[in-house]
């Protein structure tokens, strides 16, 4: 604390002190954060040490620690150790230098600990206060106390209207500056140091790269963290989350304890704090802009998996490498098909076996390319009023404007919680908390805020330009540009699901856009030309599965049947053949 050799033996705290518990005394001196000056805490010490002299006490040990008092999940230690020592009988007296200094958490708190000294005959003495608990002062105590923990919701109150005013000028509050950016004057700028590392994770994320693969790559270039380790995977999602990565003062949740008290542990990434205009407050320079921070966290939580715990932490899914994953159908079962390596793969074959779908498999890069094709004549016939032409417009206009997207997703959020804060202020006002003056004053706030959000979220939406989605040439350029999870959301846009018309046998050279049937969102079905042909391709199959398994059951049973089934079965094979042939004729018509 500072004190010199002479100090100490002025104050009696030089020697080790012996003697009857009744002539011993424990000291508690604490601050509550390191700003607090030394100084001070000299003089409490020295304050106590001169009301000990007086009483002809001696100091035995002086307990000292820098943690709050108010809150009841900080556990401080040499608190606990002061009171140990008076509970182990080693001395009979704590002396604090005032009762805000011993605990801020009320009579509930301060009056347990006078009980459990009142059994030891010991006691507590406030040296500015001049109070001594053995003599009649528990009232005063208690009062005192309470004064303590009001005061402690007090400078809570002051500070946390500090700490807003300064978000909302947009000044940095402290805490731990994101990677790739420094802080000078309460404003973020770029670190020269670790921006350029910090940009390049920023454009893989943009990329589709996933974080394990980020980090591996950073990691085999000997890069290393702020702290010189190595990185992780949950390293760059908590980076990337982070509002302020973007320049921009997050507004982050605080977490509660079971009983709804606030906690000194706050929920990771949260969203950026939005102004009275329903814009987030920049701090200054960032890594990525806004919409390039928003497209980045829509990548990532669509592949990952809601968790628990604090930070709302996330399990991470593979990346999508196909594009027909969910809307592709096997003919059989009617189930999802999925990736099977290079083909697609009915799930039900794979994961239950035979007995429960015989299954289809087809190569995947032919699939693809030609849903690409269907995709693009399916929408070049589409009129310009159709809502799958503005559905895919909205998804286009998503990736080629993402500026304008990701305001517009910041505008109706805003909007959600300005509707959400009216419909409160109206409830606390019905229910007589609250004046009229007020209540009409923030109201009509409010009022203004949402006719603004409301103004600017309609200005957004208008001007949608259709004319790249009127024709084949532009779709074809919006298809190609597009990755997988691109295509994927162009299709989805379109298109409800694809059934595969199973092979006619080893080495069928239909083509496969023939064998494709899809289902598009703006059609009540398939063509009855085409759902008329399905129907007979699957009902032929079936009758010629029937007639096998009555073969194989006659053989058991009666060889004289058997020659009569056979004769059947020819009679279908042939009717099948024939029916080829009229197909293949018609196809080489068209």
């Not at 605990?103 to 109070?131: P, Q, Y």
């Not at 949950?234 to 008290?261: C, M, Y």
């Not at 027909?324 to 697609?344: I, V």
């Not at 404007?401 to 509707?419: C, I």
Request: aromatic letters at 6%; glycine letters at 10%.
């Amino acid at each position: 604390m500072g004190f010199t050799d002479d100090d100490l033996k002025e104050l009696g705290l030089w020697d080790v002190p012996s003697g009857p518990p009744e002539d011993l005394a424990e000291a508690y001196v604490r601050r509550s954060k390191k700003s607090d000056d030394l100084a001070s805490l000299r003089g409490h010490v020295r304050d106590i040490c001169r009301a000990a002299q007086n009483e002809n006490k001696r100091i035995r040990h002086v307990w000292f620690e820098q943690v709050s008092a108010s809150k009841a999940y900080v556990k401080r230690e040499e608190f606990d150790n002061a009171v140990a020592a008076i509970k182990a009988g080693l001395s009979k007296t704590l002396f604090i230098w005032k009762t805000d200094r011993l605990s801020r958490r009320g009579m509930g708190h301060v009056g347990l600990l006078l009980d459990e000294f009142d059994k030891r005959g010991a006691k507590i003495v406030s040296v500015t206060e001049g109070l001594d608990s053995s003599k009649g002062s528990r009232m005063v105590f208690a009062i005192l106390s309470e004064r303590a923990r009001d005061e402690a919701k007090d400078i809570a109150l002051r500070t946390k209207n500090g700490v807003d005013s300064h978000k909302s000028e947009g000044r940095w509050v402290g805490g731990v500056k994101p990677y790739g950016l420094g802080c000078t004057d309460g404003k973020l700028h770029h670190n020269p140091a670790e921006y350029p590392t910090a940009r390049r994770i920023a454009k893989l994320l943009l990329e589709g790269e996933t974080p394990a693969t980020i980090a591996n790559t950073l990691n085999a270039e000997q890069v290393k963290t702020r702290k010189g380790k190595k990185w992780r995977a949950q390293t760059v999602i908590h980076l990337a989350q982070s509002p302020s990565w973007a320049g921009l003062i997050p507004n982050r949740e605080r977490a509660k304890d079971d009983f709804g008290q606030s906690l000194d542990k706050w929920f990771r990434g949260g969203e950026p704090l939005l102004g009275a205009d329903g814009h987030p407050i920049s701090a200054g320079d960032g890594v990525v802009t806004y919409a390039e921070w928003v497209k980045i966290n829509a990548i990532i939580s669509g592949r990952s998996r809601p968790g628990t715990a604090i930070g709302d932490k996330t399990r991470g899914v593979r990346k999508a490498v196909t594009i027909m994953t969910g809307s592709f159908r096997c003919p059989h079962c009617k189930g999802p098909m999925g990736n099977g390596g290079a083909n697609y793969r009915c799930q039900a074959r794979i994961t239950q076996g035979p007995a429960v779908c015989i299954g289809v498999a087809t190569s995947r890069g032919r699939v693809d390319t030609a849903m690409g094709v269907l995709w693009v004549n399916h929408v070049s016939r589409l009129s310009p009023e159709s809502p799958t032409i503005h559905e895919i417009a909205r998804r286009f206009l998503a990736y080629g404007d993402p500026e304008k997207e990701a305001r517009k997703g910041a505008v109706s959020a805003a909007l959600e919680r300005a509707v959400s804060r009216e419909l409160r202020l109206n409830k606390e006002f019905f229910v007589g908390s609250m004046d009229e003056t007020q209540y009409d004053a923030l109201r009509g706030e409010l009022g203004v805020q949402i006719a603004a959000l409301k103004a600017e979220l309609t200005e957004l939406g208008r001007g949608a330009d259709l004319s790249p989605l009127m024709s084949p040439e532009s779709l074809v350029a919006i298809w190609n540009a597009e990755g997988v999870d691109g295509k994927r959301a162009l299709l989805s846009a379109a298109l409800k699901s694809v059934t595969i018309v199973p092979a006619k046998g080893v080495g069928d050279r239909t083509p496969i856009m023939e064998r494709l049937i899809p289902v598009w969102r703006d059609a009540e079905g398939m063509p009855d030309d085409v759902a008329e042909g399905v129907a007979k391709t699957f009902d032929r199959r079936a009758r010629k599965k029937a007639q096998a398994r009555r073969v194989a059951d006659a053989t058991k049973a009666a060889p004289e049947s058997v020659e009569q089934l056979k004769v059947e079965l020819l009679g279908l094979m042939a009717e099948t053949e024939a029916e080829r042939r009229k197909e293949r004729r018609k196809a080489q018509q068209r």
